[in-house]
């Protein structure tokens, strides 16, 4: 009982309370408020039908909204209480007799707007009320057809269900323009829906059936069939493609993975999908036995298909890939030019082969409903087209297979053409550009006309030279793949979109990922990421790169390049994470960094502010990578949360450039230092060990040029896909190993930064310090203004009065404000008892009985011996 209440009590939301405080009947009245704001249905109607109209609050609304004289009649199974500019009476909407009597309170007249809020009685199971729903629409409906004029509106409510997409399609038959919406006073776990038909057709004849429920479901969907397929094969067999089955509500969803490869929207598919699987329910699902013996079915499409919901980018293509892949099979897809597939997709359409080749013409294009049907076929036909797409997709494979090859060992040339590589594998025999030494010499590739084909961009092993025909084929294939490559971005980054549509969260992760994507394009050319920042740190902390250095040669220096003063990278030569980075105001007016510059190295770990010798070894361990992964990650943390400072503080900049320009000599300014040294905790844990290391000797600069060396240092991007692109730039980093001391200075610097008080304490904080410098200011005008009238006043009396000004100007006083009034604290009892003001007590007092505080004492001495206890 008490939970019925609970529940009940929650119902009570603000329409609850806004229709009380309207006079509405119901709150149901803002729901055509709403519906009426949007389409305006009501100021147009001079008559209206409101059928299931109890208790009468929409047609309260309509008698408010509608002109002056207008007619409006409601009827409802329960009696509707007298309102005034309505006829109402009671009946069943489904019966002769409310037909009888709307027709007898019309008379002559037309409505304009049929409205419909019915709902069955409830207490019935859901599915059962959606069908009766269903049934009272369509009676509201036929009334409605029966007593509308022509171009009039039809607005009822739906509740979602299988039928609904029957419903609608009824509606689109009678009316120009159907719209499905759902008012904001609906509440969101209702599956009712409004749909609002306008422009009523008034057809001269109507099937009475059309409007019958026991046909009109039924008939829906036979008329959405196929027509092509129907008029191939009369025998047709219903396949349940209109969504999912009633009260399937639940948050889970699959499909077979052949409906995937017939779908015309995948990607709708799989924004909507949690699985595809291969179960075969039924003999009759040929298509998803066929499905799953195709080669092409790997187990990492398998793996993909397990779990739609966690697919990236790369598994995202795959998965579309093989869809096109299985749709060229089983003849779906409408290829531009081959003979082959021509003949394919003809005798599909003459003999309907596959169930899924029957389907071809239905499915690539089509619109709105789409309901595929299964066509008998001959088995043996079957067969034979089952066999010739498989050897089709088997011979593709192997040119496919084949070409890669040729990519691969094209690439290992270019690769050893760059030093980077000596290889055997590349299937080039004595003649080779090998040398005699095992070096590669160009001299000799080009001899073997290797270096043209290179240019050309395209190498062929000896012996394997394809013909003419085949390299064009092979060319038309490349430009085919390119475009689906293209394709198959546009489609993935549609996905993403409608993830980001329902996602905020995903939404947020991109715009993260684009803001640091910006920077990490500004890394490229260097090494990885992290190294940069590394050197970009390093640089912060004076690490200079010694200009007459004899083991800086020329590559050296390349490698070196970010490791140049902070003038430089002041003067706008920094990466666009760095800078954003040096924006913070945290690093303005640093003393000491230009300084830095010209010291030694060993200087850096001083100045860098990372305590060398702190913790309880003169020289801090290095850590290992895995140990401090931790910290290692606390620190990108850290840098993107800068990153988002710089930003803010971007802003606070704007906002407070006006008090910026108020400081006026004298005031005091935040402390930029960090007790005379320069706030370097700026930088990364990692480059904070590698200063450390450097000014303890624990490394050398020529040992850390050699630490840049690592695989991440030459990424041969050229030709790989961004998705593959995004997934290394995301996981593929070294791990450097971070000292104990830099992790602790990292998380102090952290602390402090999240011990910074907000935006607004700042500004009025720096607000109080101009007020007093101002007040100073004016003070000090005043000051010398007495001290020269000393005519008047002995000299001890203008000091005397200076001092007191100062005094006042300090405290904040001086203005209008009025110091605060003493309240007196008195006991209460002897002679202070009763009520009233005590004796001898003027102005504010306070009185307090020794009971209560002796009792407060207590408390506190509760408290703390609890806390102590804790
Ligand atoms: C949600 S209420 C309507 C509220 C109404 N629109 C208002 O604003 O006050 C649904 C109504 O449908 C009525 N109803 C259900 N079946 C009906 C039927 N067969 N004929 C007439 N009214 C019916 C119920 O009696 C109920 O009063």
């Known amino acids: 009982m008490a939970i019925q209440k609970k529940h009940a009590k929650a119902r009570l939301d603000k329409y609850y309370y806004l229709a009380k405080e309207k006079g509405y009947r119901a709150r149901a009245a803002f729901k055509l408020i709403q519906l009426n704001k949007k389409y305006s249905f009501l100021q147009q109607s001079k008559c209206l039908i409101d059928l299931c109209a109890a208790p009468g609050s929409w047609l309260q609304v309509a008698a408010e909204t509608m002109p002056a004289k207008s007619l409006i009649v409601g009827v409802d199974l329960s009696p509707i209480k007298p309102i005034p500019k309505t006829i109402t009476f009671q009946d069943d909407i489904t019966t002769e007799r409310c037909r009888a009597t709307i ?76 719209e499905q919406t759902k008012p904001p006073s609906s509440r969101n776990v209702s599956a009712e829906t409004f749909y609002v038909c306008r422009g009523y057709k008034a057809p001269k004849h109507m099937d009475p059936r059309f409007l019958d429920s026991k046909y009109a479901f039924a008939e829906v969907e036979e008329a959405a069939v196929n027509m092509e397929a129907r008029v191939f094969n009369p025998e047709k067999k219903k396949r349940k493609r209109d969504g999912y089955d009633e009260g399937d509500w639940t948050q889970f969803n699959e499909a077979a993975a052949s409906e995937f490869v017939q779908t015309p929207d995948p990607i709708q598919m799989l924004g909507k999908l949690n699985k595809l699987h291969f179960r075969q329910e039924g003999a009759g699902d040929i298509a998803l036995a066929a499905l799953d013996r195709l080669p092409e079915t790997t187990e990492e499409v398998r793996l993909c298909c397990q779990d739609l919901k966690v697919l990236g980018r790369k598994e995202f293509k795959l998965l579309l890939r093989w869809r096109l892949k299985a749709r060229d099979i089983f003849g779906l897809r409408q290829k531009k030019t081959t003979d082959t597939n021509a003949t394919s997709a003809s005798t599909t359409a003459k003999g309907g082969k596959s169930d899924i080749a029957a389907e071809a013409g239905v499915a690539e294009g089509a619109v709105g409903e789409e309901v595929a049907v299964v066509e008998s076929m001959d088995d043996e036909m079957r067969m034979q087209e089952e066999i010739r797409a498989m050897q089709d997709s088997q011979s593709k494979l192997k040119r496919k297979e084949r070409r890669r090859e040729n990519e691969k060992k094209q690439k290992e040339i270019t690769r050893m053409q760059m030093n980077m590589t000596v290889s055997s594998e590349i299937g080039l025999d004595a003649g080779g550009p090998m040398g005699d030494e095992g070096t590669f010499r160009m001299k000799d590739v080009d001899k073997a006309g290797i270096g043209r084909q290179i240019s050309q961009g395209r190498m062929y092993v000896e012996g394997e030279k394809p013909k003419d025909e085949e390299q064009s084929e092979e060319e038309e294939e490349d430009e085919e793949l390119d475009g689906l490559e293209r394709e198959l971005d546009a489609m993935y980054n549609k996905y993403q979109e409608g993830k980001e549509d329902r996602n905020a969260k995903a939404r947020a992760k991109r715009i993260r990922r684009e803001a640091n994507g910006e920077d990490e394009e500004a890394f490229e050319g260097f090494d990885e990421e992290d190294e940069g920042a590394e050197t970009d740190a390093s640089s912060d902390a004076g690490i200079v790169e010694e200009s007459g250095d004899e083991d800086t040669d020329g590559e050296e220096a390349e490698l070196l390049n970010k490791l140049v003063p902070r003038e430089d990278l002041k003067k706008g030569q920094l990466s666009g994470r760095a800078s954003s980075f040096f924006q913070q105001d945290i690093f303005q007016d640093i003393g000491g960094m230009e300084d830095d510059a010209e010291d030694e190295e060993v200087d850096l770990g001083r100045d860098s502010g990372v305590d060398v010798g702190s913790g309880s070894s003169a020289s801090p361990t290095l850590k290992t990578a895995s140990d401090d992964r931790e910290v290692g990650e606390e620190s990108a943390e850290d840098e993107t949360e800068y990153a988002q400072d710089a930003e803010d503080s971007d802003i606070e900049e704007v906002a407070g450039a006006e008090e910026e320009e108020d400081w006026e000599e004298g005031a005091e300014k935040p402390a930029m230092e960090n007790e005379g040294r320069p706030n370097i905790d700026i930088i990364t844990a990692e480059a904070m060990t590698l200063a450390h290391a450097l000014a303890t000797g624990k490394t050398t600069r020529a040992q850390m040029e050699d630490d840049n060396f690592t695989k991440y240092s030459h990424r041969d991007v050229d030709g790989l896909p961004e998705w593959f692109l995004d997934d290394e730039g995301q996981h593929s980093r070294p791990v450097r190993p971070i000292s104990a001391a830099a992790a602790a200075a990292i998380k102090e610097k952290s602390r402090a930064l999240n011990a910074r008080p907000i935006k607004k304490v700042r500004e009025a904080k720096a607000r109080k310090v101009l007020r007093t410098a101002r007040r100073l200011e004016k003070l000090k005008k005043k000051s010398e203004g007495l001290a020269e009238g000393g005519d008047e006043m002995t000299e001890r009396d203008g000091a005397n009065k200076i001092a007191a000004l100062m005094a006042k100007a300090k405290k904040g006083g001086g203005g209008k404000k009025k110091g605060r009034m003493e309240v007196k604290v008195v006991r209460a009892g002897g002679q202070n008892k009763g009520a009233g003001r005590p004796r001898g007590v003027k102005g504010k007092y306070k009185m307090v009985d020794s009971r209560l505080k002796k009792d407060v004492r207590g408390e506190k001495r509760a408290a703390k011996k609890a806390k102590g206890r804790r």
């Open 103 to 178: 027709r007898g309170h019309l008379k002559t007249w037309k409505a304009d707007t049929v409205i419909h809020d019915g709902a069955p009685n409830v207490g019935t199971a859901w599915v059962q009320d959606a069908f009766s729903q269903n049934e009272l629409v369509l009676a509201s409906l036929k009334l409605a057809t029966e007593f509308m004029a022509p171009n009039g509106t039809f607005v009822t409510k739906v509740f979602r269900s299988k039928d609904s997409a029957k419903l609608e399609w009824i509606f689109k038959q009678l009316f120009s323009r159907v």
